[in-house]
C-alpha cells in the first residue's frame, strides 16, 4: 500500500542523482580512475540511504496487505473495471467500474464444511512441508529446508502459499524432527504466526522452542479428530529421524497419516495403533527411502493414495525403486512432488478422498505438453 508513494520518491531520486552519478563515475573509471572512486561511493550511498527508508516504510501498520489467490473471472472483471473506469471523461457512472474490482480484493475462500478438511503437500524439494485445512482452523506440519545461501523454503514456499490460500491464522505448527530439510523452514513461519502452538521431536535440536510430540496427544478441530501416534516411549531417548511427529487426521469420509522420516523400527506397531477407519492417504515415511515403508506397513495400512515429498533427481535417490514397486505390488497409487509439483488431497466429509489437482499438470508449461 506504500508503493505509490515509494515511487514518488525513489522515481526521481534514482534518474536524476544515481543514474547520473553512475554512469559520470563509470566514464571516469576509463578517463580518470582516481575521480571515478568518489562519485560511485555518493551514488551507493544514495541507494543505501533510499533502501533504508524503504525498509522502515514496509514496517508502517498495514504497508504490506495478502489476499487470497484471485479466480481467472475476478482478473477478468477487475481488467473491465479498469476499462471502463479510464473511459472519456463525460462518461456516466464510470465510478461504478471500481465495483469490479471487489471480487479481486475480496476473493472468495472455499472452507471444507465440518468433519471435512483438505491438505496440500507442498513442493519444497527435498523436505516436506505440509498444509492441513478444517473449516476454522489450519496447521503446518514441516517447513522444508534453509539453505547456507539464507534461501528459505519456509518464507519462499510455505508463507506464500498460506496466504495465497487465504490462511490468515496458523493455528498449529508441527515439526516433525530437527533435519534440516523439515524444519530449517520453521523460524520463518513461526516468525509469521506467532500465536501458532508449536509440537515438535527432538525439542532440544530445534531451531524454534516446541512442546515434545508424544503419542497419545488429540484434539478435535470442526468435527476432524486428530491424534499422535509417535513418537512412542520407547524412542523418546532416541535421537533422529525415529522421534518424528506421527500425525493421524481423520475426518468422516478419510483420513491422512503423517510420518515424517520414521524407518522401519518406528512404523513397527503403526497399522495397529491407526486402527480401522475411513479410506486412508499416507505420506511415505522418509521420502521413500529404503529403510522406510516396510511390507508390513504398507499391507497393515492399505493407503488409497501414497504421497512423496522428495527432489528432482535427488542425490538420494528416493524413492527408492525398491520401495515404489512395494507400493505398486499392493496396488498403492503414489504421487511425488518431484514429478507432479504441490499436490492437493480432498477429504469430503460424506465420500472417499481424492486428488484434487497435481500443480504441474493444472500449470503445465508449453514445453511439457
Known amino acids: 500500500l506504500v508503493g505509490a508513494l515509494s515511487n514518488l520518491l525513489a522515481v526521481p531520486l534514482v534518474s536524476f542523482l544515481v543514474v547520473p552519478l553512475t554512469l559520470f563515475g563509470t566514464a571516469l573509471l576509463l578517463m580518470a580512475p582516481p575521480l571515478a572512486g568518489p562519485v560511485l561511493v555518493a551514488a551507493g550511498w544514495l541507494c543505501a540511504g533510499l533502501w533504508w527508508l524503504f525498509e522502515r516504510m514496509a514496517g508502517w501498520p498495514g504497508a504490506q496487505v495478502y489476499v487470497p489467490a484471485a479466480r481467472p473471472w475476478a482478473l477478468g472483471l477487475a481488467l473491465l473495471g479498469a476499462g471502463w473506469m479510464l473511459l472519456p471523461r463525460g462518461t456516466p457512472m464510470r465510478w461504478l467500474g471500481a465495483l469490479l474490482f471487489l471480487p479481486l480484493a475480496w476473493p472468495p475462500v472455499q472452507r471444507p464444511q465440518p468433519g471435512a478438511f483438505r491438505l496440500w503437500m507442498l513442493d519444497v524439494g527435498q523436505g516436506l512441508a505440509v498444509v492441513l485445512r478444517t473449516r476454522e482452523h489450519a496447521l503446518v506440519f514441516d517447513a522444508g529446508a534453509r539453505f547456507p545461501s539464507d534461501f528459505d523454503l519456509g518464507e519462499a514456499a510455505v508463507l506464500p502459499s498460506l496466504r495465497a490460500l487465504g490462511i490468515a491464522r ?42 515434545p510430540c508424544a503419542a497419545g496427544q488429540s484434539w478435535n478441530w470442526d468435527g476432524v ?15 533422529g529421524n525415529d522421534r518424528s511427529c506421527v500425525l493421524l487426521a481423520e475426518g468422516t469420509g478419510g483420513r491422512v497419516l503423517l510420518t515424517g522420516d520414521i524407518g522401519l523400527p518406528a512404523e513397527r506397531g503403526l497399522p495397529a495403533a491407526v486402527g480401522t477407519g475411513p479410506p486412508l492417504v499416507l505420506q511415505v515415511p522418509h521420502h521413500g527411502s529404503r529403510t522406510s515403508s516396510g511390507p508390513d506397513l504398507v499391507r497393515g495400512l492399505a493407503p488409497v493414495l501414497a504421497l512423496v515429498s522428495s527432489g528432482w533427481r535427488n542425490r538420494f535417490g528416493h524413492p527408492h525403486p525398491l520401495v515404489a514397486q512395494r507400493y505398486a505390488a499392493f496396488r498403492v497409487p503414489m504421487l511425488n512432488t518431484a514429478e507432479q509439483g504441490a499436490i492437493e488431497v480432498d477429504f469430503p466429509a460424506d465420500a472417499p478422498p481424492h486428488m484434487v489437482r497435481a500443480w504441474r499438470r493444472h500449470r503445465l508449461r508449453y514445453w511439457r505438453e
Open 170 to 211: 496458523l493455528d498449529l505448527l508441527v515439526v516433525s524432527h530437527a533435519d534440516n530439510d523439515h524444519a530449517g523452514g520453521a523460524p520463518a513461519v513461526a516468525q509469521a504466526h506467532p500465536a501458532a502452538a508449536r509440537l515438535g521431536g527432538e525439542p532440544e535440536r530445534m531451531p524454534i522452542a516446541t512442546v
Open 225 to 239: 479428530h486428530f491424534r499422535m501416534l509417535g513418537p512412542a516411549a520407547r524412542a523418546a531417548a532416541a535421537r
